[in-house]
């Protein structure tokens, strides 16, 4: 297990890979760094992930950490050791792709040793290392086959079984569970996040479905426009927001923000209840007029308009099958929220502010 960590790590593309990345839809403007400052660190044995919308330069980062993408300027260090223009092969790391990148007239076998091969590791050598990888992920009897006989989530754990015979130092995962449709991924999910307890190895995922951020991560790294936005468990991620940007990145449906003078005062829609069923000694009311609702996975997801901690604002309240209140859209109902649950954000820079007192 070894230690990542990037510092003040920079990545502009020039005007060449600008052009190109625009005609494949994914131009930046000319003045826009693709990472731009970043320092970020990996413990050994974690497994952290990179989340963030389109474009905010987390594969970026996973690539430049690879060494498949070199650096503007900064440093990537493995271990302590700075490894700037190192190819991946002696930085030890693996990396799987969103695509599995696997060979289709390759048997499953022949896949997961191809790197041991080309690397002149004795043939009996690497039948074994891949038998071992074969059976930690459950695909032994799927070593004969082809990938064309195999399912999303087979293939997925053929390229993580690839990916383990070179006895990596580090795991880098792009995506690589958005492939495959919502039931599988969730399976996938959990056992990607048991096989990786069990290895143990340094894991950095990069994804932009915050469910698997949430569900995989020691710690998520939350990127916006090649910043860092915030790092922290999925709890603080989720509880204390940096910003505007986490607040409303993070949580679906995101973090309600109600404007007050120099403040965002921000709650998340779960929090917000109607008030007969929120018996907190600190709370803050405010009437919601109802526009429509919304039965989901037997949440009733209220939309509406609230008036008194604040501007007139646009809100979402998230209610379990517990709150079983009657409710109807058109009427004007009394909701709270406990005070303890605000949080409060500079309305210029959107950062995390002090909060104020609102009146009960």
């Not at 510092?7 to 990345?21: P, T």
């Not at 195999?150 to 293939?155: P, Y």
């Not at 079984?161 to 995506?175: I, K, M, Y």
């Not at 991620?237 to 007050?260: C, E, K, Q």
Request: charged letters at 30%.
């Amino acid at each position: 297990m070894k230690t990542v960590e990037v510092r003040e790590l920079v990545k502009v593309y020039d005007g060449h890979v600008r052009a190109r990345r625009r005609r494949t839809g994914t131009a930046r403007d000319a003045d826009t760094r693709a990472l731009d400052g970043v320092d970020l660190a990996a413990e050994a044995g974690e497994y952290l992930v990179l989340l963030g919308p389109s474009g905010c330069g987390k594969t970026t980062l996973l690539r430049t950490i690879a060494g498949l993408e070199q650096p503007t300027g900064g440093e990537v260090l493995i271990d302590g050791q700075v490894v700037n223009g190192l190819p991946p092969r002696v930085r030890q790391v693996a990396m799987v792709f969103q695509s599995y990148a696997l060979y289709p007239h390759k048997s499953v076998l022949d896949n997961i040793v191809f790197p041991l091969k080309a690397e002149k590791v004795d043939r009996a050598e690497r039948e074994k290392k891949a038998r071992w990888a074969a059976g930690l992920l459950g695909i032994e009897p799927l070593l004969e086959r082809r990938p064309r006989q195999l399912s999303g989530g087979e293939r997925q754990r053929v390229a993580l079984a690839r990916a383990l015979v070179r006895d990596p130092a580090v795991f880098l995962l792009d995506e690589p569970l958005s492939n495959l449709d919502a039931k599988l991924r969730a399976t996938a999910r959990d056992e990607l996040r048991r096989f990786q307890e069990r290895v143990g190895t340094t894991t950095i995922y990069v994804t932009h479905d915050q469910a698997e951020a949430m569900g995989l991560g020691d710690r998520i790294a939350v990127l916006e426009r090649g910043k860092v936005r915030q790092v922290g468990t999925p709890v603080e991620v989720y509880d204390d927001p940096a910003d505007t940007f986490v607040a409303t990145f993070i949580g679906s449906p995101p973090m309600n923000l109600v404007p007050r003078s120099d403040r965002l005062v921000g709650f998340r829609p779960e929090h917000l209840l109607p008030a007969e069923v929120v018996q907190a000694d600190e709370r803050v009311t405010m009437p919601l007029r109802i526009e429509r609702m919304e039965y989901l996975s037997g949440d009733r997801h209220v939309y509406g308009t609230v008036t008194g901690i604040g501007e007139e604002t646009r809100v979402i309240a998230r209610l379990p099958a517990t709150v079983t209140l009657p409710l109807s859209a058109g009427e004007t109902h009394e909701f709270a929220v406990e005070a303890g649950r605000l949080r409060f954000f500079d309305a210029e820079s959107g950062v995390r502010a002090e909060p104020v007192r609102l009146s009960a």
